[in-house]
């Protein structure tokens, strides 16, 4: 069983940074794919960026491509996502979430963070 806590969100003005953090404890966290994920106000959960286990590779969704990045440090069970460059489409709650290796599906999620981006 995997925990995650998000932590990092807050209010910025657009053209601004920040960058969340997520730790993870239980489980075995560097076998783990990691993503992020985010939910704006009346709209649908949608991926933001995915990290593989080893790091290697990673994804994104297409509006943050150029702007956002994704990074894990598997010693400290933490994976990161620099936001560069916000703007006020990016205002949601940002979760965190864990992929077992042997599943297909996002099986654990955090409580969210959120971030505000003032025009």
């Known amino acids: 069983q995997v925990q995650l806590v998000e932590s990092g969100g807050g209010l910025v003005q657009a053209g601004g940074s920040l960058r969340l953090s997520c730790a993870a404890s239980g489980g075995t966290f560097r076998l783990y794919a990691m993503g992020w994920f985010r939910q704006a106000p009346g709209k649908e959960r949608e991926s933001v960026a995915d990290i593989s286990w080893s790091g290697t590779s990673t994804s994104y969704f297409a509006s943050v491509k150029g702007r956002f990045t994704i990074s894990r440090d598997n010693a400290k069970k933490t994976v990161y996502l620099q936001m560069n460059n916000l703007k006020p489409e990016d205002t949601a709650v940002y979760y965190c979430?864990?992929?077992?290796?042997?599943?297909?599906?996002?099986?654990?999620w955090g409580q969210g963070t959120q971030v505000t981006v003032s025009s």
């Open positions: 979430a864990a992929k077992d290796p042997r599943s297909t599906i996002w099986g654990y």
